[in-house]
């Protein structure tokens, strides 16, 4: 079965500083990947997503992620984050070839943007 | 992609009662995913739900402890029951239609 991990369990940066939070995937086979945020107190909603093509993939937000095969990654980034990013952000993978077609997410990264 | 209606939105329950969340699609799925998010951690998922055949439990979920019904194609239910503190959790349903789209959860509180 496929696993996810973020390395990052907390971030704290000050505004206007860049974004990497990191997130790899334990399975050898085509993949579909995902970035969701979570605000506080609301729900998920979705950032970017990985389907094929083009391993550079721009979201919402200013938000993009790089899909990279050969590590298993696909790290998130922003250049410039703003206060208003503050939330719990989630990695998520979807196996290809899985016969139960979900989502496996890793532990989530709380990011706390200081202004 | 699919616009999911789940209910309640919140609740306090009582420890021993049972309680039934809702998720309603305005599209037809072929599955419908149950998840569980405790107090400041990820999201697990509990169960895949199809329409006219059994819940597929993940290991760790029963279907005794977590009913599920999925009687159409836009509708499921997912019952905790015989709740206790530790089911404290937001409950969340998806759908995959080009995309995994969420429910906006169910914060449930037992006391």
């Known amino acids: 079965a496929q696993s996810v991990s973020q390395h990052n369990h907390h971030v704290i940066l000050s505004e206007a500083a860049s974004l990497e939070l990191g997130c790899n995937y334990s399975y050898g086979g085509t993949v579909n990947l995902f970035w969701y945020v979570q605000y506080p107190g609301q729900h998920l909603q979705l950032l970017l997503k990985y389907f094929s093509g083009d391993p550079l993939v721009k979201g919402i937000k200013g938000f993009e992620a790089e899909f990279i095969k050969s590590k298993f990654s696909f790290n998130l980034r922003k250049p410039s984050v703003q206060w208003s990013d503050t939330a719990e952000y989630f990695c998520a993978v979807n196996a290809l070839n899985n016969a139960g077609n979900m989502l496996t997410f890793g532990g989530g990264t709380r990011l706390m943007v200081k202004p | 992609s699919a616009v999911i209606s789940q209910k309640p939105s919140r609740d306090i329950c009582q420890r021993g009662t049972s309680l039934t969340i809702q998720c309603q699609v305005d599209s037809q799925v072929t599955m419908m995913f149950w998840y569980r998010q405790q107090p400041g951690q990820s999201l697990t998922l509990i169960a895949t739900?199809?329409?006219?055949?059994?819940?597929?439990?993940e290991s760790g979920f029963v279907i005794d402890k977590f009913p599920i019904s999925r009687p159409n194609l836009t509708f499921s239910t997912l019952t905790v029951s015989n709740m206790s503190p530790e089911d404290s959790s937001i409950y969340l349903c998806?759908?995959?239609?080009?995309?995994?789209?969420f429910g906006s959860g169910t914060r449930l509180t037992v006391v």
């Open positions: 998806s759908v995959e239609a080009g995309g995994y789209t």
């Open positions: 739900a199809n329409q006219g055949s059994e819940a597929t439990y």
